[in-house]
């Protein structure tokens, strides 16, 4: 399978190593930043590409993994005589590559990369989308040799999972972001709270959150909210955010406890 | 050393296994619910107690580990000769034990613990609180007995990283939690976010979150976040959620970045 890798980001980089360890045949890296470009070229063993016009136009699969609002000016430059033309985003639909060419996709892996940190895609759970059957299985199967956990689903399941993953993931981070503070105030180091993230993620692995949450909120321990409240009075904007989070779990195990 | 073991719950559990694994002595569990008390005095080798005056005044150790408001009512019933006397809240100060006998402390594990999943004791950190300097050392040697992370902190110090424990797994696992129901409402699996949330908090086991935060607030992707903002139409509550954490990753990235 020979492809062409649009982009010289974390996603760029992530499939493109993956795609390059299962043996497939990336032939151009195209990058807005040429050295990136290279960078990523050299690494997967691909041609570097500054200008799109130079791009390949009989490649098998196209992967643009870039910024949304840069799929669409991309794909119009582009010149794709049969191949299939994916983009990586949770949040576009398939719809924004529509005129394009005739056969488009998606192409989303559920996953937080850092460029320096490996991660390994064949645990990676990878969304697939195609504008006609035959380019879903298609794409299934370009998936599978990075994957073993590829699912196809449309436009508004994959929505429904890049808001999920911003829940948990990005604002995960953000509150480990939150804690961080807290200790730092007191010249406390972030290590005291290391083995209880990990073990709050562990947990989660063989669960559902509904049956292992804890806390003052779920007890509805007013007492304890309240100080917790009083001690972040000098944190307006974090008092909020632990009173409307104690709210939401209050209201959640309400719901899910068939009492609202 | 002997020690005695006042409540039944999770913490009491650990506790009590961690302690009597380290070879020591638990000598009696109370507890409010007698069956309870008498589960794990048969866990751990002691002897079940219904009554708090039936308590043995010499131990060495009295572990008081329940919800905060009955904490003064059960220290207020004890009769201890010359035992130190320690609860295990992180929100609840050294005072709460004032005047009840003469050696007091605080015992507080930073960990979330279920009843029916071992936790390896030996890498949670304990935070220790002494009403002397005598006191906390000696508690810091029997804490040392159970966990490799023992820290001396006051009570100030100590509450704050109860707080930050809220965020970094309360409300961490209540964003696991909405997740789950956005995933569930387009009958998809929890398990497409299992691997990120694990990456997630893989991570910062050797990062600050500082440095690996990502998603559409942290780029200020608007476009993105109106896409989101959108779809959580339907769910008011997990809209402004969405809308106020990710208003402070935006706030904390610029006042970490120097800019606000």
């Not at 990075?146 to 999920?164: C, D, F, G, L, T």
């Not at 947990?203 to 949450?213: C, H």
Request: aromatic share 6%.
């Amino acid at each position: 399978m020979e492809i062409v890798l649009l982009g010289s980001g974390n996603i760029a980089t992530h499939l493109g190593k993956a795609f390059k360890m299962a043996g497939q045949n990336i032939t151009q890296v195209w990058s807005r930043n040429f050295d990136k470009a290279l960078e990523l070229a050299d690494a997967v063993g691909a041609a570097p590409i500054s200008s799109l016009t130079n791009i390949n136009s009989k490649a098998d699969l196209y992967i643009i993994a870039v910024n949304d609002d840069a799929i669409r000016t991309i794909a119009e430059n582009l010149k794709i005589e049969k191949g299939t033309l994916v983009h990586t985003s949770g949040t576009s639909g398939l719809n924004i590559l529509d005129g394009v060419t005739l056969n488009t996709g998606v192409f989303y892996p559920v996953q937080t990369f850092s460029k320096s940190k490996p991660v390994d895609l064949r645990l990676v759970p990878v969304a697939i989308e195609g504008s006609t059957t035959e380019i879903t299985d298609f794409l299934v199967y370009a998936a599978s040799r990075i994957s073993e956990k590829v699912i196809s689903m449309n436009s508004v399941q994959r929505r429904a999972v890049h808001v999920a993953a911003v829940f948990a993931c990005n604002f995960t981070n953000h509150m480990y972001a939150l804690a961080h503070e807290l200790l730092k105030e007191q010249d406390l180091s972030f290590d005291l709270l290391r083995p209880l993230i990990w073990e709050t993620a562990l947990k989660i692995q063989t669960s559902d959150p509904i049956n292992v949450q804890t806390g003052p909120a779920l007890r509805d321990d007013k007492s304890t909210i309240v100080q917790h409240l009083r001690l972040l009075d000098n944190h307006p904007e974090l008092k909020e955010l632990y009173e409307k989070l104690s709210q939401s779990i209050i209201n959640y195990e309400k719901i899910n406890n068939g009492l609202a």
